[in-house]
């Protein structure tokens, strides 16, 4: 059986055993306002998702408190999962959404960032999900093979990112010449620097966050999509190549397993660590049932938003089984990425 199968049969099996669990403990109602911290810009994917989730599930939460979205762009989202660890209040009236740069950060980082993911309090997870390497229509490049013979400039958002950290993976294992012109403060950034010609695309954007802030360009081809990079292909791009069918050995299959591990865990949510039991099984519960919610349903398939969701103590297992990965592994990704 390939290493990747048993990799997430495994964590399965963690998932399976969680839920089993949490099902039959009690809650602790909620009643003040609830805060989710969006890490990322105005308008991009990050913030579209958290406010979804804030529209719908006050009203399942035990103790129906008012729910507000609060922007929190910053380094990748490695500002807000800070600001969950150091600042945040622990009482189950905190939660935030990131992209996956903040998860493998500490992992794989230059830096201890001050936090570890495997600590936080998991909420649950809207979706799963692909990440894409686009470039404008204009763009002389139009396949994954031609990005190895010229150079593509592409945007970063900042250290962390998936848009800083996959094209420098892909150069090493696909010979691609991705340049990451780095810094911009979020999604939108991005998308005005392609539009106007700045950069030639961005490689690390989910689809689902594609599809929501910019559905226009798929439709109408305004971009070629070059990858796509995820466990599995999307349904929605069968034609695009998958990252893992050109890896070149098992031990490069192993090493984007680690780094696409939080494609299977799209627009998570979480609370800090130390959260009580109680309150954190209240949001959790909450989510599950915003997932099902017919409103919720409805608002996510008018915005082109795939739920596929993933309960907080699936989420929970995933992330622990991340930061439970081989010190080798670790370490060739940190080498290779010049940590």
Same mark, same amino acid.
């Given at each position: 059986? &390939? ?41 991009? /994917? ?28 910053? %380094? ?6 800070? !600001?969950?660890?150091? +600042? ?17 950060? @500490? ?7 001050? !936090?570890?993911? $495997? ?5 649950? +997870? ?57 810094? !911009? ?6 998308? =005005?620097?392609?539009?106007? /010609? ?5 490689? /690390? ?25 995820? =466990? ?43 959260? @009580? ?16 919610? &017919?409103?919720?349903?409805?608002? %996510? ?15 929970? +297992?995933?992330? $622990?089984?991340? !930061?439970?990965? @081989?010190? @080798? ?11």
């Amino acid at each position: 059986m &390939p290493a990747i199968a048993r990799l997430w049969i495994s964590f399965a099996s963690l998932c399976l055993c969680a839920s089993t669990a949490a099902v039959a403990q009690g809650t602790t109602p909620i009643t003040s306002q609830v805060v989710i911290y969006a890490a990322g810009t105005a308008g991009g /994917g990050v913030d579209l998702f958290g406010r979804l989730l804030g529209r719908h599930i006050g009203r399942h939460i035990e103790g129906t408190p008012a729910v507000v979205v609060q922007v929190m762009p910053g %380094a990748g989202g490695i500002r807000a999962a800070n !600001y969950m660890v150091q +600042a945040a209040p622990r009482d189950g009236t905190a939660m935030a959404i990131f992209a996956g740069g903040p998860i493998l950060e @500490p992992l794989i980082g230059d830096r201890n960032p001050g !936090y570890d993911m $495997s600590q936080f309090t998991w909420i649950g +997870a809207i979706s799963k999900d692909v990440s894409l390497c686009i470039v404008r229509r204009e763009s002389p490049v139009k396949t994954i093979q031609e990005a190895g013979r010229q150079e593509v400039i592409v945007a970063g958002t900042g250290a962390g990112s998936e848009t800083d950290t996959f094209p420098v993976v892909l150069n090493e294992l696909l010979g691609t010449r991705f340049k990451v012109v780095t810094g !911009y403060l979020g999604s939108q950034q991005t998308i =005005l620097a392609i539009e106007s /010609g700045e950069v030639d695309g961005r490689c /690390g954007w989910s689809l689902s966050s594609l599809k929501s802030t910019k559905p226009d360009w798929l439709r109408d081809k305004r971009v070629n999509v070059l990858l796509q990079m995820g =466990l599995k292909k999307s349904g929605d791009l069968p034609d695009v190549p998958l990252v893992l069918d050109l890896a070149k050995s098992a031990e490069d299959r192993q090493l984007l397993t680690l780094l696409l591990g939080t494609t299977a865990i799209s627009r998570p949510f979480v609370a800090p660590p130390g959260v @009580p039991d109680g309150k954190a099984r209240n949001l959790r519960r909450a989510f599950d049932a915003t997932m099902r919610d &017919p409103a919720f349903l409805a608002e %996510a398939a008018a915005m082109q938003a795939d739920v596929e969701p993933t309960t907080g103590e699936e989420v929970q +297992a995933i992330v $622990s089984a991340m !930061y439970a990965t @081989p010190k @080798p592994v670790v370490e060739r990704v940190k080498k290779l990425l010049g940590k």
